[in-house]
């Protein structure tokens, strides 16, 4: 057991610092790392005092984009509050003369400003708004196009907790044929604990990387809580976020696992193969599925509904951006979306429209509860943060967010059932449902 002393001499050392006073000649190790840090330093200072001048700038080019060119609400919005950046300048030096006078270890300078920044955008109170490091943005800039090497499974993130989960596990794929589960929770990789990092960083940094290489996953398994050790081997993942199968009376059933580049082509597709077999009935199973990119699920309900909006974004001032469905075909009918409490995001937007169209039954668990939108924004220097920029609705106008969406039929799936087998009570209420409609 470790004891917590008191250093006899720090309560004194603020005393002189306030008034003026503190010693300038500290032991020599001191002075010289101090040195070493100073240039950095005195810039730091100047660059926390130009932060808000900084961020304001790249907003405007953001909101020049999003507004094509309807910016000046910026300057005339806001509820007047605004940070003391000499108090924080002064906060700051104090901090940095406590560390070169008592902290232990060399510090690495580039960590401590990343954290501050970091801990800027904490401060806000909204999981979804972060910092990202040069490495983390260089990481994120890569395009999901629907191919990569990876292990081929799709995670979800609590956004209180900042557990990941692993939601779904794709056939034949290294997820598979290593052994991991949906509901492993990811512990470590390589022996690094993982619990807290960034959903999309964790992804393209660690789980994402060269065709070939192995690594080591660690995770919590079941209510034993259980760890188990997984070598998983990166492969070309060529990712299948669409499946089908027909059922009984001609009922189709598409599975859809993640709103990926590659979804809507899929989506279309597996509809089209089950209309050639001769299905009457569709269920789509979007249980587990944690989301993805806004413009697939706005194609595919055009692909599925008549012509209308589906879609609209509203930022804090208002500014609204609406989506609509304009092919005149649509897929008429009788139809059931199943969900979970993983349903997410993207599937949430999928699901709240189906039920305003009133295009069928909704059958499971109340779902997430996501209905923000987040952009990322470059700061200019190789780092950028990720900020929740607006709200989306279905076109009721129904806010979600923090709520959910419940289903018209609400049904717990039974333990030990797995989902898209004949186990599957939740599907099979569905399969009920459908039967019983003409």
Known sequence: MFEHHENDDF?????????????????????????????????????????????????????IA????????????GNGSKLDYKKIEEKTSLLQSIIDKYFLFDEDMTKVEDGIYAGMMNG?????????????????????????????????????????????????????????????????IDGEEVTGTDLDVLVKTKIRGVEGSSFTMTVIRGDEKKQVDLNLTRRSIEVQTVSSKMLNDGIGYVAVSQFD???????????????????????????????GLLDQVVDMLDYILPEGLVLYTEDKNGNREEYYAKDPGELKIPMVVLVNENSASASEVFTATFKDFKWGKVVGKTTFGKGIVQNVLPLGDGTAIKITTQHYYPPSGYDLHKVGIKPDVDVDLNEGAVIGSDSDNQLGTAVDILKSEE
């Not at 999003?66 to 919005?77: D, E």
């Not at 907790?161 to 290593?178: L, M």
């Open 11 to 63: 309560e004194e050392y603020i005393k002189e610092r306030k008034k003026g006073t503190t010693e300038t000649n500290v032991e020599q190790r001191i002075e010289e790392r101090a040195k070493r840090r100073r240039g950095k330093l005195n810039g730091f200072l100047c660059f926390i005092a130009g932060m808000a001048v900084s961020f304001v700038l790249v907003y405007v080019g953001f909101v």
């Open 66 to 77: 999003l507004n094509k060119g309807g910016f000046t609400h910026i300057f005339t919005s």
């Open 124 to 188: 806000l109170d909204d999981p979804y708004t972060v910092y990202y490091t040069k490495e983390e943005y260089k990481a994120l800039n890569e395009d999901t196009e629907g191919k990569y090497s990876g292990i081929g499974a799709s995670v979800s993130q609590n956004p209180k907790t900042k557990i990941i989960t692993i939601v779904n596990v794709f056939d034949n794929s290294p997820a598979k044929e290593g052994g991991l589960l949906p509901g492993d929770i990811i512990y470590k």
């Open 261 to 291: 580049a590659v979804t809507s082509e899929q989506f279309k597709s597996n509809i089209e193969s089950l209309k050639s077999q001769g299905m009457k009935k569709l269920i789509v199973d979007l249980r587990g599925n944690p989301g």
